[in-house]
């Protein structure tokens, strides 16, 4: 089941190279930028809801130690099963935006790269 999986995956991403082949690099490129816009738009104040709340629910029992904010994911195991779901799902929207500046991004990468190789 595994194997068909990957094959799944080699063939959409074949699909998805031609497509960006036959796309025009200004629409790649604008739409990079739009994707980019729109990650930062849902990921930055999401990301920071997560601080605060992971904040508010850790700082209560004192096991938030100095520096906890560059490597919070790391205090997510600290949650108790009930306060995971008004943490996480911060977290979780969070992630979706960064995949989208990361998705815009590439798509804007390969806008440029289709002026330059046309």
């Known amino acids: ?3 068909l999986g990957i094959v799944a995956a080699v063939i959409i991403v074949m699909l998805l190279l031609s ?3 036959l796309t025009p690099w200004e629409s790649l490129y604008y739409g990079g ?3 980019t816009v729109g990650g930062f738009v ?3 104040p ?3 809801i997560y601080h605060v709340r992971l904040y508010q629910v850790l700082h209560r029992r004192g096991q938030l130690p100095k520096g906890w904010f560059w490597r919070p994911l790391k205090y997510n195991a600290c949650l ?3 306060e995971r779901r ?3 799902s911060w977290c979780y929207i969070g ?3 960064f995949a989208l500046i990361c998705l815009g991004l590439l798509t804007m990468t390969a806008g440029v790269s289709m002026a330059l190789l046309r």
């Open 46 to 48: 999401t990301g920071f």
């Open 42 to 44: 849902v990921g930055v």
């Open 19 to 21: 497509g960006v082949w």
């Open 95 to 97: 992630g979706a935006g």
């Open 86 to 88: 008004s943490v996480l």
């Open 1 to 3: 089941m595994r194997e």
């Open 33 to 35: 930028i739009w994707l």
């Open 80 to 82: 108790r099963p009930e």
